[in-house]
């Protein structure tokens, strides 16, 4: 692995507040904010003094993560010698139902995104940030932002108002394909539904468990509903989902697939290939005991080296890497693995940033 060669596919830049969004909002909506003391889009899924929300040697000012370029550089891309790292915002333009609002909002935090973190950094890449809640608008969005080649992907949660195969969302994965865009699914939710099949839990550990739960309905959803075969050339990027819950969910999918196949005959091969063509996992958190052997037998489980994307998860705790690439990953993944993680499989994932590094 050669020094400045890493591809870092989850960065999260920190957005303090509504202000710095106001001057990328039109007047109407800045008013609106300030009228109505909208002090910001977080959800709240994670509590911000908690230490899952943030690395104890990356808390600034204030206690909070890098604000700016400058303290992003200096915390993760400097030491992991990043080449390229793509930033997801987790703004929660997902939330309102008041749907101009929301479509206000994604507005601004991609235009925040790209005048005060892309322009001032050429290593940095972005997701787009959509309103599912309006597919009108979230397509609007796509097709609005799309020319600027330093957005890569469009962004959803994975557990919003329906699963994610539903026809009613094919337009946005029609407009990502035709851009050559994968469709990022990061851990999080709308919060207009509980987070479990069984109703509202209590405690934010359940919260956090049941996020892999969503991440299985929606790799079921989008497999069997056949996204993948309307649309062939699209990529979906699994994004803070753990990875060790994929091999037996996959085999129960395809033992169940294989019994009642005729119910979906548009499903024409078995979901663990669809799967394996279609789907990218973000390595961090692994979701793994710290054995190099236990690790091993994880990824050898996987049935392919295209599957783990490298990222860091900046700010959050799961990450504990530190300085140069050799020891951003636990040991047990084999050296070749390793250069497919952190270079080969995000480029061979994400086109535009195949063409920034040529």
């Known amino acids: 692995m050669t020094a400045n060669s890493a591809i870092d596919c989850d960065i999260h830049p920190t957005l303090a507040g509504m202000e710095?969004?106001?001057p990328y909002f039109e007047e109407i909506w800045a008013d609106h904010v300030r009228e109505r003391g909208i002090e910001g889009l977080d959800n709240a899924s994670y509590p911000p003094n908690s230490p899952l929300a943030v690395r104890a040697d990356w808390r600034g000012d204030g206690g909070l993560?890098?604000?700016?370029?400058?303290?992003?550089?200096?915390?993760?891309?400097?030491?992991?010698k990043t080449q390229l790292a793509i930033l997801n915002c987790l703004a929660g333009v997902q939330l309102p139902h008041n749907v101009d609002f929301a479509r206000a909002a994604a507005r601004a935090v991609n235009d925040w995104i790209r005048h005060e973190w892309l322009d001032k950094d050429a290593r940095l890449r972005a997701s787009i940030l959509i309103t599912p809640q309006n597919i009108d608008f979230a397509v609007e969005e796509v097709e609005r932002c799309a020319p600027d080649k330093r957005f890569v992907q469009v962004m959803l949660l994975a557990m919003g108002e329906h699963p994610l195969g539903k026809r009613l969302y094919w337009p946005i994965y029609q407009a990502a394909e035709k851009h050559g865009?994968?469709?990022?699914?990061?851990?999080?939710?709308?919060?207009?539904?509980?987070?479990?099949?069984?109703?509202?839990n209590n405690f934010h550990v359940e919260d956090q468990v049941s996020q892999s739960f969503g991440f299985q309905a929606q790799v079921a959803s989008l497999i069997t509903e056949g996204v993948f075969v309307k649309y062939p050339k699209l990529k979906v990027v699994l994004i803070e989902s753990g990875v060790s819950w994929s091999t037996p969910f996959l085999w129960r999918l395809t033992k169940f697939w294989r019994g009642m196949r005729s119910e979906v005959p548009w499903v024409d091969r078995a979901p663990w290939e669809i799967f394996r063509d279609h789907i990218r996992m973000t390595v961090t958190p692994l979701d793994a005991p710290d054995s190099a052997e236990i690790v091993a037998k994880l990824t050898d489980h996987l049935h392919s080296d295209?599957?783990?994307?490298?990222?860091?998860?900046?700010?959050?705790?799961?990450?504990?890497?530190?300085?140069?690439?050799?020891?951003?990953?636990?040991?047990?993944?084999?050296?070749?693995?390793?250069?497919k993680i952190m270079v080969d499989n995000p480029l061979a994932t994400y086109p535009r940033c195949k063409e920034a590094v040529q």
């Open 65 to 80: 993560p890098a604000r700016d370029v400058t303290t992003l550089a200096r915390d993760i891309l400097d030491p992991s």
């Open 20 to 22: 710095p969004l106001l």
């Open 181 to 200: 865009l994968p469709i990022g699914i990061h851990a999080g939710s709308s919060f207009h539904h509980p987070v479990t099949s069984l109703g509202w």
């Open 306 to 339: 295209e599957i783990l994307l490298y990222s860091s998860d900046y700010p959050h705790w799961q990450f504990d890497g530190q300085g140069s690439p050799d020891n951003v990953l636990p040991a047990g993944i084999s050296e070749s693995l390793r250069q």
